[in-house]
């Protein structure tokens, strides 16, 4: 599978990099947004290619030529304003799928946030921008003609990962190491219980294969 990487210098990203450097299975392409980003990947054999959410439909559809499956963990990140949570989490976001549809992507797999669907759930929340975005851009990816997958994660952390998630909404935990989220999103890539899906996901008690397995 050739894989597409949107926010490969992104924390969750460079984990999925890693994955995916060690995968037999799958060809990574990352998509970074400086030519020194790039470099630094091509230096330990990583093909990247810059290109910017914020640029054109044409130049996203451009760099992901001949791909097979987008991966979309970019983000404006908490230090910018309301702006940019438009420009890159929702615009961003909706012309990666607009380009993912151009080339023939099948298959999109979205890092979200935790019940970006469900507006009662941060509906006094101090992100709210930012869950308005995620919320409308997974709404455009499910309406989309893409086989998508939609994580949901908590609060992520930086912590090392245990392989262990739960997917439930049942959670007894409110957060999850980045490595974690990282391993789903790859396990997931031919998971066809997570084709069309939106899943919540914790750290928890299951290994995440198992668990992507149980997704209903
Ligand atoms: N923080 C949380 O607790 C939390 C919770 C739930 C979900 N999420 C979501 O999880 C995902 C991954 O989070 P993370 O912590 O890995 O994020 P991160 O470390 O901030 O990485 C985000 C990446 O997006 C890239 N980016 C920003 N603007 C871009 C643009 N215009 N074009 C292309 N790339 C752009 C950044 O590029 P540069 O490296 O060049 O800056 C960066 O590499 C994000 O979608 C985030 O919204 C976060």
Redesign the pocket.
Known sequence: MKVFL??????????IAKLLQESDIHELTA????KE?AEQLQQSGINAVV?????SVDDLAEAMKGTDTVI???????K?GPD?TL???LD??VKSMEAAEKVGANRYV?????KAYDRESWKDSPIKP?MVA?HYADRMLVESNLNYTIF??????NEPGTGKVAVEEKFDKT?IP?ED?ARAVVASLDEEKTYKKTIGLMSGEISVEEALKSVN
Do not use: C, W
């Open positions: 949107i926010g490969s210098n992104g924390q969750v990203g460079k984990h998509m970074v947004r400086s980003q290109a910017n959410l914020e640029g979309f963990t970019a983000g404006s990140g908490g910018t940019k420009l890159v989490d961003g976001a979205m890092v979200s946030a935790f930012y995620k949901g994660p908590g609060l992520l952390l957060s980045r989220v």
